[in-house]
């Protein structure tokens, strides 16, 4: 299986911030990559797929990037509502793998 | 807009079978792009796919959990349901169904999530 490795696991920031949280896959996966956000009590939601491409609806503020193994979820100025968990899925092949998640938490 | 929600038992005795069902509102599970997902977290951990089905039937289940796991469609009531036999403690998560193209497998669309804890 492609282990997924993501850092941080959590921090702290304040509104208007830039953050950038990282994901390494064990092995090549070439632009297979997607970013979810998720609060308690919601459904994840698909931010990012094929390592930068948006999905419909999410704001231009969330930045990925990356590709082979090393890929990157930036999200440039954080609003109020953007404090949540993000984490990466590699949609490579099966089994689907996931990050270990990122909770971003207000300094 | 696509809407899906878990369903089943929060509780489960040791070596019995989990059995959810995911409703789908908003689209047909009958659509013949999608993939229908299950997906667990066990508290603490990370994420983990167990399988999906395709409203063909066609399943796809991770090898390590195949031989407990089954999935099924049930396209007149626009929902699909997993099966795991033979559980542990090991298997207490959250439980969420997802769909995703079959073309780009990204989970589009998810569920809540709904607690399962396996306990005597």
């Known amino acids: 299986d492609i282990q997924m490795t993501q850092s941080p696991s959590s921090l702290s920031a304040s509104v208007g911030d830039r953050v950038t949280i990282t994901c390494r896959a064990s092995e090549n996966i070439d632009n297979s990559l997607a970013w979810y956000q998720h609060k308690p009590g919601k459904p994840p939601r698909l931010l990012i797929f094929?390592?930068?491409l948006f999905q419909r609806g999410v704001p231009s503020r969330f930045r990925g990037s990356g590709s082979g193994t090393d890929f990157t979820l930036t999200i440039y100025s954080l609003q109020p509502e953007d404090f949540a968990t993000y984490f990466c899925q590699q949609s490579f092949r099966t089994p689907f793998t996931f990050g270990g998640g990122t909770k971003v938490e207000i300094k | 807009q696509l809407q899906l929600q878990e369903s089943g038992p929060r509780l489960v005795k040791p070596s019995e079978t989990l059995s959810l069902t995911c409703a789908v509102s908003?689209?047909?599970?009958?659509?013949?792009?999608?993939?229908w997902d299950w997906i667990r977290q066990p508290p603490g951990k990370e994420l983990e796919w167990i399988g999906n089905i395709h409203s063909t039937g066609t399943t796809y289940y991770k090898a390590s959990l195949k031989s407990r796991v089954t999935m099924s469609v049930d396209a007149s009531k626009n929902q699909f349901s997993l099966k795991l036999s033979s559980v542990t403690a090991a298997d207490t998560a959250a439980y969420y169904c997802?769909?995703?193209?079959?073309?780009?497998?990204?989970?589009?669309?998810w569920g809540r999530g709904t607690p399962v804890t396996v306990s005597s």
């Open positions: 997802a769909r995703h193209k079959a073309d780009d497998n990204r989970f589009e669309s």
């Open positions: 094929f390592a930068s």
């Open positions: 908003g689209d047909s599970i009958s659509s013949s792009n999608y993939y």
